[in-house]
């Protein structure tokens, strides 16, 4: 079992930046992967970001891409999402991940994710 605890959501307004973090409690993979997720009202909750293990290749929405970056510390078992230029269509709510199935080929896919985060809200105003 992997237990997720992000935090840094909040309410800014649009071309404002703000930091996601998350630490993960319960796992001692080696490889691994951990991303972000998003879902806004009314719509499904998509791929944001992923990463796997500590420097291993990057992934990223179309969306989102040249604005967010994901990274991770591995011994202090976080992940982060540092996100820039912040539109009004990324307010959502954030969920961390951890996942030991997703592939190069789908690493966004939610169907491959095992553990998931409470989630904390990101608010972009115009």
């Known amino acids: 079992q992997v237990q997720l605890s992000e935090f840094g959501g909040g309410a800014v307004e649009a071309g404002g930046s703000l930091k996601l973090t998350c630490t993960a409690a319960?796992?001692?993979?080696?490889?691994?992967?951990m991303g972000w997720f998003r879902q806004a009202p009314g719509k499904e909750r998509e791929g944001v970001a992923a990463?796997?293990?500590?420097?291993?290749?990057?992934y990223y929405a179309d969306s989102v891409r040249g604005r967010f970056t994901i990274s991770r510390d591995t011994p202090k078992n976080t992940v982060i999402l540092q996100m820039s230029s912040l539109k009004p269509d990324d307010t959502a709510v954030y969920y961390c991940?951890?996942?030991?199935?997703?592939?190069?080929?789908?690493?966004?896919?939610?169907?491959?994710?095992?553990?998931w985060g409470q989630g904390t809200q990101v608010t972009v105003s115009s």
């Open positions: 991940a951890f996942g030991l199935s997703p592939t190069e080929a789908h690493p966004l896919h939610t169907s491959k994710w095992n553990s």
């Open positions: 319960g796992t001692t993979a080696n490889a691994d992967w």
């Open positions: 990463i796997y293990s500590t420097h291993g290749p990057r």
